[in-house]
C-alpha cells in the first residue's frame, strides 16, 4: 500500500511538470499575437504575461516567431519570449514559409 501511496503521489507531482513541458517559452510579458512576422500586419490576439508558448519556428532574419498560444497561431518577436533552449524551434524559411492569417 505504501509503494502505491508513493506511485500516486509522485504522479501528481510531476503532473504539472508534464503539461508545462510541452509549452517551450514563456511570454515575458502581455503582449499581441500578430498575423504575421512584423507589426504591420493586423493583430489577431492577446498573450499575457507568464503565458505558455508553443514555438513552431523562427525566421532568422527578422527575429519573429510563429508560435502557438491558447490554440491560436500567430507570430510574437522572439525576444519577448524567455526560453530554456532557442536551438529548438526551427528556422523557417520565407520562401517556402506560407502565412495564415485568420481574422
Known amino acids: ?3 502505491l501511496s508513493a506511485i500516486l503521489l509522485a504522479a501528481a507531482i510531476a ?3 508534464a503539461a508545462f513541458a510541452e509549452d517551450i517559452a514563456l511570454a515575458k510579458n502581455s503582449m499581441r499575437l500578430y498575423g504575421g512576422p512584423s507589426m ?7 498573450i499575457a504575461w507568464g503565458q505558455g508558448l ?3 519556428g ?3 532574419d527578422t527575429g519573429w516567431c510563429e508560435v502557438i498560444a491558447d490554440g491560436q497561431r500567430g507570430w510574437v518577436p522572439s525576444d519577448t519570449m524567455n526560453w530554456p533552449d532557442q536551438t529548438r524551434a526551427p528556422v523557417l524559411d520565407r520562401s517556402t514559409h506560407d502565412y495564415r492569417l485568420v481574422l
Not at 40 to 46: A, E, N, Q, R, W
Open 15 to 17: 503532473a504539472p511538470s
Open 1 to 3: 500500500m505504501k509503494i
Open 58 to 60: 523562427c525566421e532568422r
Open 40 to 46: 504591420d500586419f493586423p493583430s489577431i490576439g492577446l
Open 54 to 56: 508553443k514555438v513552431i
